[in-house]
């Protein structure tokens, strides 16, 4: 695969990309495998012909000048277009070899993708599944520039340049340690979990853009004592139990199916779930293990959430504890 990229991939490009990537001339030639007056001649031509330079020569090694950095996106689109190509060639031929990119979200690292990974991996031995973490908003932006194949991501919605394979409710709850007193509640309200010190996310995260549309009377009430855009600083808090957060169960999904955290649906009328979602191009024809792969995540992230449900239930029902509030 990797002599058909170099046939098929623009030299010029690949060695522009090289030279940016690794700062100099001598890094890139030996990265390729071809003499430095080489690569420097073909970029010296390409700057000719454009009639821009497209790197700045400094003492210390090359920086792309904007033009360069133009050139560069087009050969990292290349490459990913040939990628999929080549892929879509092998699925021809009926081997189920290829590159995947998948873009996802930081609170899904330590819960459901692994066990995913390590799924695609036993059945489909032969793909390179390259994760990407981002935000949701970035998961639409990389799906519709054909940055990423298959997004999994909060609140996504079927539009005619994204397709839900699967999506999913998730009810809005509050998350405590197993000693907490609200740990053994069949339901909380706003206001019991404003009487706590809450761990609030940073407007980074989708969860704390629907608080302040919603509910922004709870940050301002609970003045929460933190702000982060580290969910797993939120959790480490809630476990020690000098904190609540609101959040879904699949942020907590690892905690909740170990015992070390428990999830407290919210009951009242104006606390709207949220979805996790599935998603890939309604613009762009993916190859046939892309689609299989997309399926194979959305089983699992209904799976996930069908343990993690069948674990806080099973812990709530065994180890009650009685309401009281603080002080």
């Not at 839900?164 to 009810?171: C, I, N």
Request: hydrophobic share 45%; aromatic share 4%.
């Amino acid at each position: 695969m990797s002599k058909l990229n170099n046939l098929l991939h623009p030299k010029a490009l690949r060695y522009v990309s090289a030279v940016a990537q690794l700062g100099s001339v001598q890094a890139a030639a030996r990265e390729v495998s071809i003499s430095a007056s080489a690569i420097d001649r073909h970029i010296l031509l390409l700057e000719e012909d454009l009639g821009v330079p497209l790197f700045e020569r400094q003492p210390r090694g090359m920086r792309l000048t904007a033009a360069g950095e133009l050139l560069l996106a087009l050969s990292l689109r290349w490459k990913a277009d040939l990628n999929r190509t080549l892929s879509d060639i092998k699925h021809l031929q009926g081997v189920s070899q290829g590159q995947l990119r998948l873009a996802a979200m930081d609170s899904h690292v330590n819960g459901l993708l692994p066990e995913f990974v390590q799924a695609v991996a036993s059945e489909h031995p032969g793909i390179v599944l390259e994760v990407e973490i981002v935000s949701t908003d970035e998961a639409v932006q990389h799906l519709r520039a054909g940055e990423v194949d298959i997004a999994v991501a909060f609140n996504l919605k079927p539009s005619r340049e994204l397709h839900l394979v699967t999506s999913a409710d998730l009810p809005l709850g509050c998350v405590v340690a197993p000693s907490h007193p609200l740990a053994g509640e069949p339901h909380a309200t706003f206001k019991d979990v404003a009487a706590w010190p809450l761990a609030a996310q940073s407007r980074v995260l989708a969860i704390r853009r629907y608080l302040e549309r919603r509910h922004n009377w709870l940050l301002q009430e609970a003045r929460p004592p933190l702000v982060t855009n580290s969910l797993q600083l939120v959790k480490s808090l809630v476990r020690s139990g000098s904190h609540v957060a609101l959040t879904s169960e699949l942020d907590a999904g690892p905690e909740i199916l170990a015992g070390q955290l428990r999830f407290v649906p919210l009951k009242d009328r104006s606390a709207q779930p949220q979805t996790v979602g599935v998603a890939v191009s309604a613009g762009r024809a993916l190859p046939r293990i892309a689609r299989m792969v997309a399926e194979r995540l959305g089983e699992h992230v209904q799976d996930y959430l069908a343990r993690v449900r069948s674990a806080g239930a099973e812990t709530n029902r065994k180890k009650p504890k009685p309401r009281r509030n603080p002080g």
